[in-house]
């Protein structure tokens, strides 16, 4: 019986930590966007009013962070005819110099580069700009339990 409490402890133990790290994760960035966090350091697509695309280097609290020399490259739109957006730096920031396609509930896929020539990690979602019925943030940036049920369908 001893060591059944001793083993429920340990587990708890072992337990709660990830549960912290969960919560981590489940963080909007620092303008309401969406954290990719597939990369060091990790950064915020953030969709403009304008339908202009941001993103935002962030250090580890999700803080707006300097650029480390990311290469990124967006496109979006159906697969049969995407759009490419261009980016530039913009106080400490890159924009897309031309807006995302019309509609909403696309596919859109973020390809980034450590360096100019370094291995591309991509990263892969539906942009659906209509605001989360649970949480304060729109579809592609929600961080409520109900987003992560339709990640898991997809
Ligand atoms: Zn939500």
């Not at 954290?35 to 803080?63: G, M, N, Y």
Request: proline share 6%; charged share 30%; glycine share 6%.
């Amino acid at each position: 019986m001893k060591s059944l409490i001793f083993n429920l402890v340990t587990a708890l133990a072992f337990a709660l930590p990830g549960f912290a790290a969960d919560k981590h994760e489940a963080k909007a960035g620092p303008n309401g966007g969406r954290v990719i966090s597939a990369v060091e350091p990790h950064l915020e697509f953030f969709v403009t009013k304008e339908r202009k695309v941001e993103i935002t280097a962030l250090d580890e609290a999700l803080k707006p962070a300097k650029f480390t020399g990311q290469v990124i490259a967006v496109t979006a739109g159906e697969r049969s005819k995407p759009t490419k957006l261009e980016f530039k730096e913009e106080g400490g920031k890159l924009v897309s110099s031309n807006t995302l396609p019309e509609g909403n509930d696309y596919p859109v896929s973020v390809s980034i580069k450590p360096a100019a020539s370094g291995k591309a990690v991509y990263e892969k979602f539906n942009l659906n700009l209509e605001k989360c019925p649970t949480c304060k943030f729109q579809e592609y940036a929600c961080i409520c339990e109900h987003a992560k049920e339709d990640d898991k369908k997809k």
